[in-house]
């Protein structure tokens, strides 16, 4: 059963260009990263979350496993940014590293 439905979602994402083209490129990702992370009430940054999203299905099916958990942990970076908001400029991250070296 696990295999029917890993062969029906990589004939979805294949067979559906629209999703692929839809993807942002990895300069994209960490640059609006960046900035969610400075500033993280944007339209921007909610819509990012998605985009990391489609990424780590992505690099899943194509068996990058520390790339998917870097862009995981940059995903969560963001979702913190953004809901713990502390007010302050000078937060860093500490995925984006990771996600230049495993991606």
């Known amino acids: 059963m696990k295999c029917l439905t890993f062969l029906f979602l990589k004939f979805l994402l294949l067979s559906n260009?629209?999703?692929?083209e839809t993807i942002l490129t990895k300069s994209k990702i960490l640059k609006q990263s960046i900035d969610c992370i400075k500033d993280s009430q944007t339209q921007v940054c909610k819509e990012l979350v998605s985009e990391i999203e489609k990424l780590q299905l992505v690099v899943f099916d194509q068996n990058r496993f520390k790339c998917q958990s870097s862009l995981l942990g940059l995903q969560t970076?963001?979702?913190?940014?953004?809901f713990f908001n502390n007010s302050s400029n000078e937060r860093i991250s500490l995925m984006i590293p990771y996600v230049i070296k495993n991606c």
């Open 17 to 20: 260009f629209v999703i692929a």
């Open 77 to 82: 970076e963001i979702i913190e940014a953004y």
